[in-house]
């Protein structure tokens, strides 16, 4: 056999090295370019509504003015934005009442219905930190047995279970006001130790199968994937073909490197910041957990502007109509949950960084390929334009 590094071959093996990080240099100065672009283009629009209405306003000040009404305009200005401040205030006091109490309450799921545990999964052969939950139906509301049951499977991406039910008008509520029975798969804070992608893949291939069982003379359940609970859906799917009727994907990141080039920096951020050596550091400096407070604020800072500044100027600006959507929201978004190494560096390297399940190269831990073709219930995703985490492609 020729040794790879045959002296001879040097050249050429340094040839080809040097083309491809001149390709690579060139598609990020061309993805820089174009998001500079952008950005400038959206501050630039946003700047000159800022300075139109400004002017408007001056205007309008002046005009007050010469009538003689400043005086009365800043009093009455003054009043108002310290009554504004006050409430904005009292709802972020109330905001953090609520962090400390569903912390210390272990963050469970934000469900808004009452619900029972049918599986735990740390009691399962290989544990995990997953349960399957039976939504209680509310009171006058009517079941049947013999429709498709719905599985929910909530997004394990930092934060705690509950956006599929945490308020009436959700995926739980309307599925409840179809009448079919509804089952949700939570999880805890923390994930059981040596738990792998794996064992949390086969934990929810028994939760269906525990859900058909239980409704012997209905379809196969539907099974809805919300945002990362949405690969981890085909996962189940494609390694359980048989046990699943229809799939729907709600803003699922599946199409990793897909997308117009430019836009959406999250996308560059595996590679610009050493792939999968984050997790890792942070996983080490955690003990051999990877605390999902990271990928939460990875989330964040894809609108640092909305973040710092305009939520809370939303609510600054209605305080009294707004409280209860920002507490409502908050309260879902702020228990962070956590990850072991091994579910972390398996989700980077296969697919984010890797892409590998949009290719049907992912490999689970013990050797299982995962095929999507493999998938044989119908898929309907959803994802909107703006979705800048499902890589949409501009048409």
Request: with cysteine; net charge negative; hydrophobic share 40%.
């Amino acid at each position: 056999m020729e040794p790879f590094f045959a002296p001879e071959h040097a050249f050429d093996r340094a040839a080809s090295m040097g083309e491809q990080i001149a390709n690579q240099l060139q598609l990020m100065s061309l993805a820089l370019s174009r998001h500079m672009e952008r950005c400038s283009r959206d501050h630039n629009l946003q700047a000159s509504k800022w300075f139109e209405g400004a002017r408007t306003a001056w205007h309008s000040l002046q005009e007050q003015a010469a009538q003689g009404r400043g005086f009365e305009l800043f009093t009455g200005y003054a009043q108002d934005a310290a009554q504004r401040t006050a409430l904005t205030l009292d709802v972020l006091r109330e905001r953090g009442n609520i962090d400390i109490e569903h912390e210390a309450a272990g963050t469970p799921p934000v469900l808004i219905y009452d619900y029972e545990v049918v599986i735990d999964g740390a009691t399962m052969k290989h544990p995990v930190n997953y349960r399957l939950l039976r939504i209680v139906p509310p009171q006058g509301t009517v079941v049947n047995d013999q429709s498709r049951p719905f599985v929910i499977i909530d997004p394990r991406a930092g934060h705690g279970a509950g956006i599929g039910g945490f308020k009436e008008d959700s995926q739980v509520g309307v599925a409840l006001r179809a009448g079919h029975a509804v089952y949700f798969v939570a999880f805890g804070p923390h994930p059981q130790p040596g738990q792998t992608l794996t064992d949390v893949t086969w934990a929810e291939a028994e939760f269906v199968r525990e859900v058909a069982r239980r409704h012997p003379n209905a379809p196969d359940p539907i099974v809805i994937g919300n945002c990362q609970g949405g690969w981890a859906t085909l996962l189940l799917a494609a390694t359980n073909p048989d046990i699943t009727g229809p799939l729907v994907i709600n803003g699922a990141p599946l199409a990793y490197w897909s997308g117009p080039l430019g836009p959406d920096p999250m996308r560059y951020n595996g590679g610009l910041f050493g792939g999968v050596v984050p997790a890792l550091l942070f996983s080490d400096l955690g003990h051999g957990e990877f605390d999902g407070a990271h990928l939460v604020m990875n989330f964040e800072l894809l609108n640092p502007s909305r973040n710092y500044w305009g939520k809370y100027f939303d609510l600054y600006q209605d305080p009294e109509g707004g409280r209860e959507r920002f507490l409502e929201f908050g309260r879902w978004w702020g228990g962070f949950h956590f990850m072991n190494e091994a579910e972390i560096r398996w989700i980077i390297e296969q697919l984010f960084v890797g892409n590998r399940l949009a290719r049907c190269e992912a490999y689970l831990e013990h050797g299982r390929q995962v095929d999507l073709k493999s998938i044989r219930s119908p898929v309907i995703v959803f994802a909107s334009f703006g979705d800048n985490i499902t890589h949409r492609s501009r048409r």
